[in-house]
């Protein structure tokens, strides 16, 4: 009763304010007026002030995006000797040979196409070997390259490093489910779900 009470007083409070503040005729002010109060009423619906606020006062405490930026170093590496012409390890060995110069990385099998001084073009057995690090020690490119050069008596190893966003996607379940229910509950992004999470809300 004391609800249906409000809303009449609502309505009366916006055919006013429409007719005297706004210079809506008397039936216009009426249509605008319900639309209004019915618009208001569905809008807030599922309004919940306590759970608004704890994303409010979590918003304003969160700091802008900072992402998870890391190298992303590539080397190419010939196989063939650039003496002999002739190939000195296996691709097994080769790769073994990558490992440890480079530690933990990821290296596909290729083929690398090249025109040597002499205008002849020399196609060899290639790996690429992808190295991620957050931290880049001192001379890190060099020193491998340099390694790498000589073991597999190449004239150069080309590399290439890029400063890019890395995401391992190995969350636990349950962050899984509580990133999921943050964006469903304040409709946002898995990225600002996230973010909010790490925020400490």
């Not at 619906?45 to 704890?54: I, L, M, V, Y």
């Not at 003496?83 to 440890?100: C, G, I, L, W």
């Not at 931290?135 to 073991?151: C, G, M, N, R």
Request: charged share 30%; net charge negative.
């Amino acid at each position: 009763m004391e609800q249906q009470e409000e809303k009449s007083l609502k309505n009366y409070y916006a055919n006013c304010v429409l007719k005297n503040k706004f210079g809506l005729s008397r039936d216009l002010a009426e249509i605008v007026s319900k639309f209004m109060l019915n618009f208001y009423d569905k809008f807030f619906e599922d309004f919940d002030p306590e759970k608004a606020k704890h994303y409010r006062n979590a918003a304003s405490n969160m700091m802008s995006p900072r992402p998870n930026y890391t190298s992303k170093i590539e080397f190419y590496i010939g196989l063939m000797d650039k003496d002999t012409r002739s190939y000195h390890y296996t691709k097994e060995q080769a790769k073994q040979k990558v490992f440890d110069v480079l530690g933990n990385c990821t290296i596909i099998e290729a083929t690398g196409c090249y025109t040597n001084d002499k205008g002849e073009r020399m196609i060899m057995d290639t790996l690429v070997a992808t190295k991620i690090l957050e931290q880049v020690p001192k001379d890190f490119q060099h020193d491998a390259s340099y390694k790498l050069k000589e073991i597999f008596n190449q004239s150069s190893i080309l590399n290439v490093r890029n400063t890019c966003e890395i995401r391992y996607n190995n969350e636990f379940p349950e962050t899984v489910r509580y990133i999921q229910m943050t964006m469903n509950d304040y409709d946002l992004s898995w990225e600002e779900a996230e973010q909010a999470m790490n925020a400490g809300w």
